[in-house]
Nanobody, 118 residues
């Protein structure tokens, strides 16, 4: 089993920046790919960014050029810049043993709220 704990969420004004972090513990040897998802009220959970062990990355079109994903063996971070109102959501860290950046992912964090205000 892998445990994921997110941190770094909060309230930020539109145009501002925020950095999310996620730390993995447990059977970390099984982790190949890590990702960030988000879910806004009334919407489906969507993949925001993903990164493999070889640091291949993938981003949702809506965040390209604004968000950057980084990782170490046991942590993954999401640097968010030029935040928009529509970035408001609960952000979830995810990890899995597969190479596909699109998932599916086996392990999930509890989520951290990001709220962008005008």
């Amino acid at each position: 089993q892998v445990q994921l704990v997110e941190s770094g969420g909060g309230l930020v004004q539109a145009g501002g920046s925020l950095r999310l972090s996620c730390a993995a513990s447990g059977s970390i040897g099984s982790i190949v790919t890590m990702a960030w998802y988000r879910q806004a009220p009334g919407k489906q959970r969507e993949l925001v960014a993903a990164i493999s062990l070889s640091t291949r990355t993938s981003y949702a079109d809506s965040v390209k050029g604004r968000f950057s994903i980084f990782r170490s063996r046991t942590t993954v971070s999401l640097q968010m810049k030029s935040l928009k109102l529509e970035d408001t959501a609960v952000y979830y860290c995810a990890a899995g043993p597969r190479a596909e950046l699109s998932g599916p992912y086996d392990y999930w964090g509890q989520g951290t709220q990001v709220t962008v205000s005008s």
